[in-house]
């Protein structure tokens, strides 16, 4: 298998515009989750789905920021407007509930700048 | 609610010497403890998992990690680092909620360097 795929690896926009981050998760896996990783905060979960459903959006941090899995193979991340501090790198991770246990795997993220 | 706290932002040791990374856990019920590794420019990726099963758990490229209930930990070691160990790890919590959210919370990361 390719692994969680992410595109663009990079993004470089001006603030105020649009910007779409993608993710194909691993094929079987019912799991995804968005998290954003900067240095100040660390690693935060933004959002994720089960089955294509979306679970738990508590991490999203404002209405600007919106995510969709409109089927099992594919999901995406909207931030609109962009801001500067929304620069940071944005992962997407897949799993499967396997015994319970949640092992997920990671894409080599979106490292995304808005200047 | 559940967390992890990870000791320590930075650590340094020589190659050769012994690594040991602090992870602590907070959770209302039977956690799941990951150690996952970060190389610059990539994703993550796991070392090791305990899922309720030994208590020492061993994990890739000559980790282990050792479930202490009594003391909540789940602290990641290796006997000898090499230079390739240098990255940054990350310790996450996930609950056993038999059906209900299977999300990993992660701690804020080491970042370990090894000196030659």
């Known amino acids: 298998d390719a692994g969680v795929i992410q595109s663009p690896r990079h993004e470089v926009t001006e603030m105020g515009q649009e910007v779409t981050l993608r993710c194909k998760p691993i094929?079987?896996?019912?799991?995804l989750f968005w998290y954003r990783q900067t240095m100040m905060r660390g690693l935060e979960l933004l959002i994720y789905f089960n089955n294509n459903v979306p679970i738990d959006d508590s991490g999203m941090p404002e209405d600007r920021f919106s995510a969709k899995m409109p089927n099992a193979s594919f999901s995406t991340l909207k931030i609109q407007p962009s801001e500067p501090r929304d620069s940071a790198v944005y992962f997407c991770a897949s799993s499967f509930r396997r015994d319970r246990v949640t092992e997920a795997f990671f894409g080599q993220g979106t490292r995304l700048t808005v200047v | 609610a559940q967390s992890v706290t990870q000791l320590g932002s930075h650590v340094s040791v020589s190659e050769g010497a012994l690594v040991l990374l602090r992870c602590n856990y907070s959770s209302s019920v039977p956690p799941y403890l990951f150690w996952y590794v970060q190389y610059p420019n990539q994703g993550l990726q796991l070392l090791l998992k305990y899922t309720s099963a030994a208590t020492l758990v061993k994990g890739i490229n000559g980790f282990e990690a050792e479930f202490k209930k009594s003391e909540t930990s789940f602290h990641l070691t290796k006997p000898s680092a090499h230079m390739s160990d240098a990255a940054e790890y990350f310790c996450?919590?996930?609950?056993?909620?038999?059906?209900?959210?299977?999300?990993?919370?992660f701690g804020t990361g080491t970042l370990l360097a090894v000196q030659p």
């Open positions: 094929s079987g896996h019912d799991y």
């Open positions: 996450a919590v996930s609950g056993n909620y038999g059906g209900a959210t299977n999300k990993l919370i």
